[in-house]
Nanobody
Framework: QVQLAESGGGLVQPGGSRRLSCAAS????????MNWYRQAPGQQRESIAA???????NYEETVKGRFTISMNNAENTLYLQMNNLNVEDTAVYFC?????????WGQGIQVTVSS
């Protein structure tokens, strides 16, 4: 069964950039939507970026203009480019892919924004 694995997290200074990757262990058929979520300490998990297979994207208001979701189909990898990070972006970030057959989640990866 296909698994998702995030990478690219870590400590970054305010104003810095980071790119998260979400690698699928195999090909996922009939994808409906691909998402990035995050969960800050004491908060609920929230969707911050979504991408349909046709390339249409949608962003949560606080990340719009700073974060970019993209997909490399040849490498079965979903990306989240994060620019101009601030301390409020500190959270565990999760990738999520919804297909017609099932929903896939990564294990989550910590991003900490701090000076």
């Amino acid at each position: 069964q296909v698994q998702l694995a995030e990478s690219g997290g870590g400590l970054v200074q305010p104003g810095g950039s980071r790119r998260l990757s979400c690698a699928a262990s195999g090909s996922i058929e009939r994808i409906l939507v691909m998402n990035w979520y995050r969960q800050a300490p004491g908060q609920q998990r929230e969707s911050i970026a979504a991408m349909r297979p046709d390339g249409a994207t949608n962003y949560e208001e606080t990340v719009k203009g700073r974060f970019t979701i993209s997909m490399n189909n040849a490498e079965n990898t979903l990306y989240l480019q994060m620019n101009n990070l601030n301390v409020e972006d500190t959270a565990v970030y999760f990738c999520n892919i919804i297909s017609m057959a099932r929903t896939y989640w990564g294990q989550g990866i910590q991003v900490t924004v701090s000076s």
